[in-house]
């Protein structure tokens, strides 16, 4: 088959990039809108131009794909090319990052190459061309868009500046203390970048999230009970633990190759190892207040949720989030397991009603009475007062006796701690969700 990628490509590099192009709605979208018969082999050097050391562009091209070759020449001698380049060297997630920003960019330029008229006509004739015809009008067309990209240059400068946010919110959406998580699959991380791109409130959200670790001291590594030890041998690509056998592949020519597919396919022998669980870290019930007194601080206290979910799910514990103003609506999440669409649906709605402490408290009873949060702790987030029945509080208390939990209470930018006082072991009054008090609490709950 025919090569139509332009850079100094191998084998290695087609499957690394189908890899990524497979788990990327949002690459697989920008081709399907673009017109442009060799698009899908720019998006692969644009992707292969960012993450190789030193790629190169090949001087001599088949005619064509001389448009790929100026598309490439043009976007990497420029400024903002330079700007992310460092960064995205070796690193597949910040190179697939920034090439779908690159590629983005590039396809918009395309369309605007249709209006000149040397393009609108090699268009049209590819569009009635056959047989022989045909290759003489991909050429044609090819010629008509080197022109084209040696006369202009595409708009590229903030491209460096948009990927910052995103990359860095995918690291706090995976709960990471400053390092990608290798064991996350590519998949999972490059849905959450693209639905940081989609959803804006998300993406300020993830920033929060990222300020609160950086405030608490980053995610605690879990303890380990014991020493691991080897319990069978699986596939998989963590370099750590794959077998001498697959590693002396790498001294051979041709060898070397097939390690690298495996790699890239995730079907290099490993071993899996025992004795990793974390040692024994109750489930959580957190309580956010939705009234409509939060509105303006929605988004710091649905990043404070979330980053009490991220560390539950760092440690494997089950975590209930009551969200409450007159009404309730509870999501539970196994081992603080979320789901994208889950987070997407978390972080970009709100209830907005008054404000009622009692039938959120009665939902995180219930919620402990259950065999699943029966050890869990209560994390009691508001902004207001509300009234207490006494026959409520006598239930309260006499539960917290019977099931030993612990209920910390969070007021944002009031005094008057007496209403949570009356429920709470401990109540943080705080001016905003950053404060030491409830820095202190996230530390806690480690």
């Known amino acids: 088959m025919k090569r139509e990628t332009v850079l100094n490509t191998d084998l290695f590099d087609d499957y690394a990039y189908d890899k990524i192009y497979q788990s990327s709605k949002k690459l697989q979208s920008i081709t399907k809108k673009q017109e442009y018969p060799y698009f899908r082999a720019l998006q692969q050097d644009m992707w292969s131009s960012l993450y190789k050391v030193n790629p190169q562009i090949e001087a001599e091209v088949a005619p064509e794909l001389v448009g790929n070759q100026s598309l490439m020449q043009k976007v990497m001698t420029d400024e903002a090319y330079s700007q992310a380049k460092p960064k995205t060297t070796l690193d597949t997630l910040t190179a697939a990052i920034s090439s779908l920003l690159f590629t983005e960019k590039v396809s918009q330029w395309l369309d605007e190459m249709k209006e000149s008229e040397p393009v609108k006509q090699a268009y049209e004739h590819l569009q009635q061309a ?267 208390h006499e539960l917290k006796k019977e099931r030993g939990f612990h209920t910390y209470g969070i007021l944002i930018g009031m005094q008057n701690t007496t209403s949570l006082e009356r429920f709470c072991d401990e109540v943080m009054s705080i001016q905003n969700l950053k404060d030491k008090g409830a820095i202190q609490v996230l530390k806690k709950i480690n």
């Open 130 to 396: 056959y047989g022989e015809e045909k290759e003489e009008a991909l050429e044609q067309l090819a010629t008509a868009i080197q022109q084209e990209a040696e006369n202009g240059t595409p708009s590229l400068s903030g491209i460096p500046d948009e990927s910052k946010p995103i990359e860095a919110g995918v690291k706090a959406l995976l709960a990471g203390n400053g390092h990608m998580d290798s064991k996350v699959p590519l998949a999972e991380k490059l849905e959450l970048a693209e639905l940081l791109m989609q959803h804006p409130k998300l993406s300020r959200i993830a920033s929060e999230i990222g300020r609160f670790q950086l405030l608490s001291g980053g995610f605690r590594k879990k303890r380990v009970e014991e020493a691991p030890g080897v319990a069978d041998i699986t596939l998989g690509t963590e370099l750590e633990n794959v077998l001498s056998s697959e590693l002396v592949t790498l001294r051979h020519p041709l060898l070397k190759r097939v390690f690298q597919k495996k790699f890239v396919e995730g079907n290099l022998l490993t071993f899996k190892h025992e004795g990793q669980a974390a040692a024994g870290q109750g489930p959580m019930v957190i309580c956010i207040d939705e009234s409509g007194s939060m509105n303006g601080s929605q988004e710091e206290s649905k990043a404070y949720c979330l980053s009490l979910l991220l560390k539950a799910k760092k440690q494997k514990r089950d975590v209930a989030i009551i969200r409450f103003d007159d009404q309730v609506v509870t999501h539970t999440y196994k081992k603080g397991q979320i789901s994208a669409s889950e987070l997407v649906q978390f972080a970009t709605s709100f209830m907005g009603g008054g404000t009622n402490f009692e039938r959120p408290l009665t939902e995180a009873m219930q919620q402990i009475q259950t065999s699943r949060f029966q050890k869990a702790d209560i994390v009691f987030i508001t902004d207001g007062e509300a009234d207490v029945s006494e026959a409520f509080l006598t239930r309260y």
